[in-house]
């Protein structure tokens, strides 16, 4: 009975994460299942191959159950995964960080008063060409204090294009997200997103030398679950039944919704993509898996900087539910990266993203 049993939860788990390679393929406004699976690719393929090495040790041929369903997902397991890590020693011109900076840590979540000037430390430090900033704060209260002035001091990236979510304050104070450029912004624009939410989607043409490259700076919808850490660890801790009940329940629906909100967001995006006269780098806080619909149709046609770059898994979340790498830097065929790095930064939720890169010779004289 131990054994059938076994080999049924086996059998679903297999079956769940073959389900999880392929959820991608299917709008969440469609399906909503799907997503789920996408989102616990990581867990079920842990399972996979805690299974296959029980099976190895105990009954070999069962093995053959997570085996064919880890063979089958092999595609998206390289989508999570980067097995050789091919930085390259060629020559770049140009640095881009991403970063989601959680309003420079605004209302002190991280319970650390200096989290903003090591923020601003960082960025002087690092000097990158164009900073891709999400979650922006900036204000002319003087009870909180003006990041872009600070910024625009302490590093070289000094042209601007921002757009704001939320404007407090009498106009003093403004949440959004940001662009900044140490080389010359030629146009500009801002994608409409079907939320009223903080989400926003800029695109900034730069001219670096004679080649003009479309950056796409994105922040796609959240589900706020950072909200509900303090209530549900109070719910674990009183072993409340009740409101743990509750709260997977809400965290259900937030989930849900949020799936479908990126979903119709990437669709928006990519089609101003596919309009772009120019090279494109898209990248920011996209709040999605490699497993996401979302993800995938944002990445189709371009390159994903970390499969090509680093090694390993490239976690860059460091909420709730940490190990989860949903921000990206995806690059048309032009942008030559020679390095991307998820560097050891812990000044917010989310970890900075950055490649070196170089431009096609072939994409500047087509924009000359």
Not at 201 to 208: E, G, L, V, W
């Amino acid at each position: 009975m131990v054994k059938s049993v076994l080999i049924a939860l086996n059998a679903l788990v297999s079956v769940s994460l073959v389900g999880a390679a392929f959820a991608h393929s299917i709008n969440p406004e469609t399906w909503i299942v799907p997503a789920f699976l996408g989102l616990a690719f990581l867990p079920l393929l842990l399972l996979n191959a805690l299974f296959l090495c029980f099976w190895l040790i105990t009954r070999f041929k069962f093995g053959l159950i997570s085996l064919a369903g880890i063979l089958l997902s092999w595609g998206m397991i390289n989508t999570h995964f980067n097995f050789s890590g091919n930085s390259t020693d060629q020559e770049s011109d140009f640095s881009l960080i991403s970063f989601n900076v959680r309003l420079f840590d605004l209302y002190n979540w991280r319970g650390n008063e200096s989290t903003r000037n090591e923020l601003l430390d960082f960025f002087q430090e690092k000097n990158a060409d164009v900073l891709c900033l999400q979650e922006f704060f900036n204000s002319n209260d003087k009870s909180y204090f003006n990041t872009l002035d600070t910024l625009l001091e302490v590093q070289s990236a000094t042209q601007v294009h921002t757009a704001y979510s939320a404007i407090l304050h009498q106009g003093m104070s403004k949440f959004g997200i940001g662009t900044l450029s140490a080389y010359d912004i030629i146009d500009r624009g801002q994608i409409s997103l079907d939320s009223s939410l903080h989400n926003l989607a800029i695109y900034t043409d730069i001219r670096f030398d004679s080649t003009i490259v479309r950056v796409y700076n994105l922040h796609l919808a959240s589900v706020h679950i950072t909200a509900m850490e303090k209530d549900i660890e109070e719910h674990i801790t009183s072993n409340n039944s009740d409101e743990q009940l509750n709260d997977i329940k809400r965290i259900q629906g937030r989930l849900s919704s949020g799936f479908r909100r990126r979903a119709s967001q990437a669709i928006a995006i990519k089609q101003h993509m596919n309009d772009s006269p120019y090279p494109i780098i898209a990248c920011g806080d996209f709040n999605d898996t490699p497993s996401s619909f979302a993800y995938h149709h944002l990445a189709e046609g371009l390159t994903d900087c970390f499969n090509e770059m680093e090694f390993g898994v490239g976690s860059t979340y460091l909420g709730l539910i940490p190990g989860l790498r949903i921000d990206f830097i995806l690059c048309s065929a032009d942008i030559k990266v020679s390095t991307f790095e998820t560097l050891d930064v812990e000044l917010s939720d989310h970890r900075p993203v950055t490649i070196r890169f170089s431009i096609n010779k072939q994409a500047n004289s087509a924009n000359s």
